[in-house]
């Protein structure tokens, strides 16, 4: 079946669920300028009104179904790309019901309003938390998914759920398992922005914009070359694209699957931090604390599969390239009150 053509008069609409948020976002600027009508669905409890600037912004919540069925009507989304999910592990292990309620039976509840309303194509948001502590060599998706937190597992039990709708309904979905998302975007105007904030790049800078003092390296005992934690980081329009490609391919009448998202190489956290210090010309405490329960040692994408069946190639994924965008969108967002 050949994709349908986006044409400037009638841009598809794509109802882009949790595009309030982060990666959401990087999402809805490419759809727009891809021949897309990106329609926001998005509760703002995480995500941010003011990062919903290609098009419009429905408020509402994912566990509402009547309320995601409307939404799906009035913008006459053919398709869905499902961001919307509480995502921080560490909550995760001391509050699962949030997790189980807002993304379990949240996405639940969004697949029946898509029922309700006949949309049958989906992209999700899932995440490498599923290989739970895999090892150390990079992760295919032959894997088998063995999640050590809350956290991971709703996007596990979610990817499960959304095979049997395939088989059951006919679903296409493609699940997109991100490694470590980072940078922004590359003109300045939408970056990474959590509220707490827990991830190494943002903390960093943050600590050197002096709105954290607490910056801390999670353990310096794990068994690589200098004794921190190694993950695979992936610039946010890297993921944008990403998830164009699998929306394009759902189109064309790709039957689905899930799909790794990383580049294949991996930093130790020391590497980010002094990769942050040169870029910045500024330098970061070093205070070296504990590890992070639940952080594996090692998590480095096999993105082999989305290379081959979507076309993925990472093109600002260096690390140079993600700490220069992150600082600029730190430095414009959050200002400089004065740190190290
Ligand atoms: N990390 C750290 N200090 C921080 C935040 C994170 O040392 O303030 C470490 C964390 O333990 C992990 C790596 O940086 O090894 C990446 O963590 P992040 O939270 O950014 O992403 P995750 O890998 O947990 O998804």
Redesign the pocket.
């Known amino acids: 079946m050949p994709e349908p053509t986006a044409t400037s008069s009638s841009p598809p609409p794509v109802l882009v669920v949790g595009g309030a948020g982060y990666i959401g976002a990087h999402c809805c600027r490419l759809l727009a300028a891809s021949g897309f009508r990106p329609v926001v669905y998005d509760n703002l409890t995480t995500g941010h009104a003011d990062f919903v600037r290609w098009g419009p912004l429905i408020e509402g919540d994912i566990r509402d179904r009547a309320a995601a069925a409307r939404a799906l009507r009035d913008s006459g989304a053919e398709a869905v790309i499902h961001f919307a999910a509480s995502a921080e ?1 560490g909550e995760s292990m001391i509050d699962p019901h949030k997790y189980y309620d807002n993304n379990v039976a949240g996405t639940l509840s969004l697949l029946g309003a898509m029922r309700d309303e006949g949309v049958n194509t989906i992209v999700f948001s899932s ?3 599923l290989y739970g502590n895999a090892g150390g060599a990079p992760i295919s998706e032959a894997t088998p998914p063995a999640p050590v937190n809350p956290y991971g597992r709703t996007k596990w039990m979610i990817e499960q759920i959304l095979s049997d709708f395939s088989q059951a309904h006919g679903f296409s979905a493609i699940a997109l398992r991100y ?4 940078g922004a975007d590359l003109d300045g105007r939408i970056g990474e922005w959590h509220e707490p904030e ?7 800078m943050l ?1 050197l914009l002096g709105h ?1 003092s607490d ?5 310096n005992d ?1 068994d690589t070359p200098d004794g ?4 695979d980081y992936i610039h946010v329009d890297d993921l944008a694209r990403a998830h164009l490609s699998a929306l394009r391919r759902l189109r064309g009448g790709h039957k689905g699957g899930a799909f790794n998202l990383g580049t294949g190489h991996g930093y130790s ?1 020391r590497q ?2 002094e990769a942050i210090e040169a870029e910045t010309g500024r330098r970061l405490p070093g205070i ?2 504990p ?2 329960p ?4 090692v ?1 480095i994408a096999d993105a082999a599969l989305a290379r081959a069946e979507l076309g993925f190639s990472p093109e600002c994924s260096d690390l140079n390239t993600i700490i220069r965008t992150a600082w600029r969108w730190h430095l414009r967002h959050h200002g400089d009150i004065g740190g190290n």
């Open positions: 592990v995440t490498c938390s490694f470590n998302a980072c827990t991830h190494l790049i943002p903390r960093a600590a954290v910056f801390t390296i999670f353990g794990y921190t934690a190694i993950r956290v980010v931090v070296t604390g590890r992070r639940g952080d594996p040692a998590l």
